[in-house]
């Protein structure tokens, strides 16, 4: 039986290059995470599950899933300067995953050969910067409406994490989720009719022009960075969704109402769906490690953990100086 003896959610960004050591606001947040780097170092798990979303780079409207788990390799696309490459999988795991999920009534998608961008990439290169633990990668639609609920994504990955636990192999399993928190990204939608035609088609079919059209975004972003933007934050609704998360009641989490969501948080707060399937899967207490609203990195940075070494539920979460919170229901 494979134990999981950790949970990691965390905010990502590609205005953060991955530095630990960060002066001004971001500062706090990127301490935290080199924290958590040390703490799975420690606990050197055999296998790491990563819930994050795609920002269409290798998915499309042409053929968009609710999930997606990688069943054999992984390439990173290094999009934002990230690690542009492959990535370790251990062989027949997320095949033995999918079984189980579509036993408990999910039929994901699966791919053989699984593209990831910075939203799965980013929290595993940092906390793994070695890129030697093998990854089992779970993309979550948070882009592309119509989206898997909160309620869904949770109930999914719950079925992800009994998956896990039933697996007949001695592994130690660390749950990573990336996402959110409140943020406003450029809207890009197939359905609204002022998306002009180029835009509308790279949305439903972009494979073969993603490379050029990834090339453009970050040179936007390079430009941004130069010019000192800042993007708006909610850092009221994060609290509330931190609070949540480490304290419950849990059913206010899965009953977030996604409109009024993107209207008061941004349309790139539904990325927290990553974080509420990743805790689905977790099942256990969780408490807030870090958080800041950095408005130069355009999010609110979140991160939120708890860690049992023995794998078994409802134990105290293991975390650092800087917690806020110690029970979740």
Known sequence: MANIVGY??????PFWDGNFDVEGPGAAFAAAAGQMKDKVAELNPDLIVIFGPDHFRNFFFDLMPAFCIGTGE???FGDYGGYKGPL???DGVGLRIIEAVREAGFDPAFSLRMGVDHGIAQPYEVLIPGLDIPVVPVMV??????????????DFGSAVGDAIRGLDSDLNVLILASGGLSHWVRPMSPYDEATDQDTREFLI???DQVIEYNKAREENLAQRIADHHEGKINEDW???????????PLEDLLSIDAAKMEEIAGNGAHEVASWIAGLGAWQGEVATVAYEPVPRWVT?????????????????PIVGPNTEGTHHD
Do not use: V
């Open 205 to 207: 079919d972009g494979r």
């Open 8 to 13: 990691i959610a965390m905010s990502h960004s």
């Open 141 to 154: 639609d948070c882009s592309a409406p119509p989206r898997p609920s909160m309620r869904r994504s949770y």
């Open 238 to 248: 994060d609290r509330w969704f931190l609070d949540r998360l480490t304290n419950g």
């Open 88 to 90: 370790p999988f251990k």
């Open 74 to 76: 992984i390439e990173s």
């Open 300 to 316: 609110g940075m979140g991160l939120s953990a708890g860690f049992n070494a023995s794998g078994s539920h409802g134990t105290t």
